[in-house]
């Protein structure tokens, strides 16, 4: 080995180890990933929530839910209030039957996520979009003892209201929307209603975003998630919080995925990768051999991609479909234009606009559209077709 290339080793050693030491020891980045999970202290996690019930509801006792409803109600027979929060929650039609019986028996239910369509109460939602970029969402209740107060939340989000309420039935206790810069409503509607059924009591809220550790600690936004929270004081009775139907849920997939998730693991896995390369590189002996002719494979790449397509239509798994459409035109606008594709907004839009020469109220409608369906849980195909028209009209002439 000559004296050159001991030098070029040794400088790729010492690049490797700063690369490494540099991850080791920068500020990680802010996850704002959508948790709801009592044991996270990220922003949207709602550890500062859990850990404060006990204040909250000083003569309740609280239970973890780790299972689901449909098991737990099964076998439990204590009276009380069971707290789901999470941004979507998909209850079975025998699991929500059971929730039924429950609230029936004398029990309430309270369920604060942006999916709150239940065609057994019909109950229908819609989301609210801003007029203009610089409008600002807004959080009010109804009780005389919250003095009419509002509270305003900084963080980009879609606000989700009731569409469909049966006004006879359901008491209105909340509403929510967006305000201009100059104090006027552009657009408001119901967000939070108590719903009888039998002897008890259903509480729909549209904005599980409120519990979440960021707005508790961002003052006097905890003024607002305890007002929503007081009418689920019931001295004696028992709360039941949910940790089954959490976005963020601890989920090992896969030995892999738990290496990769623990930070001392994950560097002494990379250690072994390098350490092989190593070896490969400076000890590694390649042997000679023939090589074979191999036919190149066919390209079957449009019979599979027709094949997946017509799977995914004969199944109606229209937001599936959505999603891929999605992806494809955001992959096609970074592509073109060099544009980020990770938030949409006025820059975005601008940006958009001035590469396509289209008009920005037309660009506005597709991408406000495209946040409507991230947010919806089912897709119905006239949706999926309005999708592709829009799409198919932004390419048009591009």
């Not at 802010?30 to 509801?57: A, M, R």
């Not at 369509?117 to 007029?131: A, F, P, Q, S």
């Not at 990770?342 to 946040?371: C, P, R």
Request: hydrophobic share 35%; aromatic share 16%; proline share 4%.
């Amino acid at each position: 080995m000559n004296k050159s290339l001991k030098i070029y080793i040794a400088l790729f050693i010492l690049a490797v180890a700063a690369i490494l030491y540099y991850e080791s020891v920068k500020p990680k980045p802010v996850n704002w990933f959508p948790s709801y999970t009592k044991k996270h202290k990220i922003p949207y996690g709602t550890y500062v929530l859990y850990h404060q019930l006990s204040d909250l509801f000083p003569e309740q006792k609280i239970k973890d839910i780790l299972i689901p409803p449909y098991v737990f109600l099964k076998k439990n027979k204590e009276s009380g209030t069971y707290v789901f929060i999470d941004q979507s929650i998909n209850f079975g039609e025998d699991e929500f039957n059971q929730l039924l019986h429950f609230v029936s028996d004398g029990n309430d239910v309270f369920l604060s996520t942006k999916g709150c369509n239940i065609d057994t109460l019909g109950l229908e939602t819609k989301v609210l979009y801003r007029k203009k970029i610089g409008d600002k969402p807004f959080f009010k209740l109804y009780n005389p003892v919250f003095k009419n107060k509002e509270y305003t939340f900084d963080r980009k989000t879609n606000l989700i209201v009731f569409k469909k309420i049966d006004t006879t039935k359901a008491t209105i206790l909340g509403q929510s929307g967006y305000v201009a810069a100059n104090g006027e409503r552009t657009d408001s509607g119901i967000n939070f209603i108590k719903y009888p059924y039998g002897k008890g009591h259903f509480y729909f809220h549209t904005f599980p975003d409120a519990f979440t550790n960021y707005q508790l600690l961002t003052a006097p936004n905890e003024q607002y998630a305890a007002g929503v929270l007081s009418y689920l004081n019931h001295p004696s009775d028992t709360l039941f919080w949910d940790s089954y139907y959490k976005t963020g849920k601890s989920r090992i997939s896969s030995p892999m995925h738990y290496i990769i998730h623990e930070k001392s693991l994950k560097w002494a896995y990379l250690f072994t990768i390098i350490g092989v390369l190593f070896y490969i590189l400076f000890e590694g002996k390649r042997k000679q051999r023939s090589i074979p002719v191999i036919t190149p494979l066919k390209n079957q790449t449009l019979a599979f991609t027709r094949t997946v397509a017509n799977m995914y239509y004969e199944k109606q798994e229209h937001k599936s479909i959505a999603i891929h459409q999605i992806q494809y035109l955001l992959e096609f606008i970074r592509n073109k234009w060099r544009i980020p594709t990770h938030t949409f907004d006025e820059k975005f839009i601008t940006d958009v606009a001035a590469n396509s020469g289209k008009n920005k109220e037309s660009i506005q409608q597709l991408f406000h559209y495209i946040e409507y369906i991230h947010n919806q849980n089912e897709l119905t195909a006239s949706g999926l077709e309005q999708l592709n028209k829009m799409i198919e009209n932004f390419k048009k002439d591009i």
